[in-house]
């Protein structure tokens, strides 16, 4: 019985359809439900910005512990390496190289003659396969190309190093029938294939996407590409239960974990849900910080710092002794240290600079019948900056007041409010981390109105944000 592996796309489909955005801990938290259920790989957006994209593979690489991760590139040695670096952290890597081969798609998209295409395209291979033995081409458009000319397309990246070929019915255009011919038609005028992982991709144009898929499978195809959230492509949970109920029939079978779907598919809808406010900044994600950080009093400085780095810290060795000490001092009267108190620790000891930024005062408007609005004066180098500014709750529309203020956005990489003392005047404490050019910054805020601490936070890691971009 053949083993037919599952690749899901749900991150790279968001991005290039636009469909919703994901934060970097969303991002996180679906890859360690999709590597639990067992899909054959994960599929994430290669790299556009240097620093933030690398630091987002390489955090999904340490999490990848069963799957593949599988990662774009683009077709120079920069890119490739780029990539390489940033993901040869998790267990299995596969690089993928892209190119569209509909003679419309390979003018306007790739820029680039038949010849060329395929010329450059077993070039992009064969440096892949210098770093690893699974490299994947994908051929976009497919479906809309002269089998033939596929066929010297699959022949060249085969030849190259590639273990993995991918067809794309990016029209969506095809009937099942139509589809499972394609693929018998494809194997018929390029024998390589069955030497290596056939993988294909369809559109749902004519709402028929598992259906195609279904009979690429029965055609010989070997990988299935899918989404766990709907949109527009193949859906993880369809397909995977249709192969474990017809597995006899197809004489093919998956290792997706069939009867943990629903639970990991109702997780995933939650994260990717677009009804939330796309302006919010809270994308699904006030939760606990790196699982497993459990310190004591016991731990010396460097196994302090490797947990640290976990929490997508890169301290200075000034600021590393600042937090090492701050940690003997809590870990002193308590039996562990947990991820939170760590946080907050490496927020209060770590890079203290002069603020660029003060809070000059507040006010918030929050109800249950219309959107809370928040009017914000901070105080940069003594001037007087105001801006007001709607939110989905107070905290929210505070923080997007003072992105109006700085006139910047930073992604919000987690939030957490506890409190730090009992009774009717307790005080809480607030930890705001915001990425900027691919590290984490810290902010801890502290006040008996969580709103206030909330403010204080994003203030305190804005400082340090704005002290680095200045020296």
């Not at 599988?70 to 920069?78: F, L, Q, R």
């Not at 497919?142 to 085969?158: E, F, M, Q, S």
């Not at 009267?333 to 930024?357: F, G, H, M």
Request: charged residues 25%; glycine residues 6%.
């Amino acid at each position: 019985m053949r083993d037919i592996r599952v690749s899901d796309i749900t991150m790279r489909e968001a991005i290039a359809s636009k469909a919703f955005s994901l934060s970097f801990k969303e991002k996180l938290e679906i890859v360690k439900i999709l590597d639990r259920i067992g899909v054959g790989s994960i599929e994430v957006e290669g790299i556009e910005s240097s620093k933030v994209d690398s630091l987002r593979i390489k955090s999904i690489a340490s999490l990848v512990k069963n799957s593949t991760l599988a990662v774009p590139v683009k077709m120079d040695d920069d890119s490739i390496q780029a990539v390489w670096n940033a993901a040869k952290g998790a267990k299995h890597v596969r690089l993928q190289v892209e190119a569209a081969v509909s003679p419309s798609c390979m003018e306007y998209i790739q820029r680039k003659k038949a010849d060329t295409l395929i010329a450059d395209a077993a070039e992009a291979v064969a440096k892949c396969a210098q770093l690893t033995d699974d490299v994947e081409f994908v051929a976009i458009d497919a479906t809309r190309t002269d089998v033939a000319y596929l066929a010297r397309v699959i022949d060249a990246v085969v030849a190259a190093g590639a273990k993995t070929v991918t067809v794309c019915d990016a029209a969506g255009s095809m009937l099942p029938e139509e589809f499972a011919q394609f693929i018998a038609d494809l194997y018929q005028a390029t024998p390589q294939l069955k030497d290596i992982d056939l993988g294909i991709s369809c559109c749902n144009n004519l709402n028929m996407a598992d259906a195609c898929a279904v009979a690429g499978v029965m055609a010989g195809a070997s990988i299935v590409k899918a989404t766990s959230y709907p949109m527009g492509v193949v859906a993880l949970d369809n397909v995977a239960r249709i192969l474990a109920a017809k597995a006899d029939a197809l004489g093919a079978q998956s290792k997706v974990r069939v009867t943990e779907l629903k639970r990991a598919m109702n997780q995933i809808s939650r994260l990717c849900c677009d009804d939330r406010s796309k302006a919010s900044l809270f994308t699904g994600a006030v939760s606990e910080a790196v699982e497993g950080v459990v310190l004591t009093a016991g731990d010396d400085q460097a196994t302090v710092m490797q947990y640290v780095e976990r929490l997508g810290y890169s301290l200075s060795d000034e600021d590393a002794e600042a937090v090492f000490e701050a940690f003997k001092k809590i870990a002193a009267s308590k039996e562990r240290v947990s991820a939170t108190e760590l946080d907050a620790i490496v927020a209060s000891a770590a890079l203290q600079v002069p603020p660029t930024y003060t809070l000059d005062g507040y006010v918030i408007n929050s109800g249950l019948s219309f959107k809370a609005t928040s009017h914000i004066s901070l105080r940069k180098n003594g001037e007087l900056i105001e801006a007001v500014s709607l939110g989905d709750g107070p905290i929210d529309s505070s923080f997007k007041s003072i992105e109006s203020v700085v006139g910047k956005h930073y992604e919000l990489d987690d939030f957490s409010i506890q409190a730090v003392t009992e009774g009717r005047e307790a005080m809480g404490e607030s930890v705001v981390k915001l990425i900027a050019d691919g590290k984490v910054y810290s902010g801890r805020g502290i006040s008996t109105d969580i709103v206030e601490s909330s403010i204080r936070a994003y203030i305190n890691a804005l400082n340090k944000i704005a002290y680095e971009e200045q020296n």
